[in-house]
């Protein structure tokens, strides 16, 4: 029974995911309004576009920068330390800051296709790549537009896949006006806070379930609950 509760839940946590990235991809793609007026953008991933979006290299839009070693490690829960993230996410602190403000972070080399959202000061190490936006450009927006990257088209077929900075920057995109950028972050912000919220209460149940299925063994094994009389379907 419980078994088949779980596995329900971890399903329909999968289905909202999957739910999720395709409202992201709708809107970075196709923006909020679905009565504008489309036109081709020859791009293959991306397809129509609102008529009067721009298309354009990301690199008119962000300068991708190269992450560094640190020169100072400090304990990972030091409060007053700057954080530090590698291509995997956060997982160190140092004194000094390579960057503050809004940034989008993406892997170099390791884990690809995954990128974050900072706004505040922070370090990343070489196999992180960081931003550094232009006029005109939302830091939020591109953030999403990432999320929805087709990273297979750029990555190196080697031992150890990687992503080339410069194969992002020259990729073409359809890039709204910057007020619309900012309306579509904002919309996925919030689309965002709904669904996380319900990962988490579902990630709760799981969790609780799991406790009680193994409070429920002990009780068992331990011969504190007698079995005899249940009958098993």
């Avoid at 000094?96 to 884990?111: I, N, P, W, Y």
């Avoid at 990128?115 to 505040?120: H, M």
């Avoid at 919030?190 to 988490?200: H, P, T």
């Amino acid at each position: 029974m419980f078994e088949s509760i779980i596995k329900n839940k971890e399903k329909l946590i999968d289905l909202l995911k999957e739910q999720r990235q395709s409202i992201i991809t709708e809107s970075v793609k196709k923006g909020l309004n679905s009565n504008v007026k489309m036109r081709d953008s020859d791009i293959d991933w991306i397809g129509e576009i609102p008529k009067h979006w721009e298309t354009k290299r990301l690199k008119y839009c962000f300068k991708v920068m190269n992450g560094k070693e640190i020169e100072i490690e400090l304990d990972i829960n030091d409060k007053l330390g700057i954080n530090v993230y590698g291509s995997g996410g956060l997982f160190k602190k140092t004194s000094q800051m390579l960057f503050e403000g809004e940034s989008v972070l993406f892997g170099r080399k390791g884990t690809i296709g995954k990128p974050l959202y900072v706004n505040d000061s922070f370090w990343t190490v070489d196999t992180m790549y960081y931003t550094k936006f232009y006029k005109d450009s939302h830091p939020k927006w591109f953030f999403y537009l990432l999320l929805v990257y087709p990273w297979d088209m750029i990555i190196t077929k080697t031992a150890l896949p990687s992503v080339v900075g410069s194969d992002v920057a020259n990729t073409v995109c359809a890039v709204p006006p910057l007020k619309e950028q900012v309306a579509i972050a904002k919309y996925l912000t919030l689309k965002d806070d709904e669904y996380f919220n319900l990962f988490n209460n579902i990630n709760s149940q799981i969790k609780k379930l799991k406790e009680y299925r193994q409070a429920l063994i002990y009780e068992a094994v331990t011969g504190k609950i007698d079995l005899c009389d249940i009958e098993l379907d």
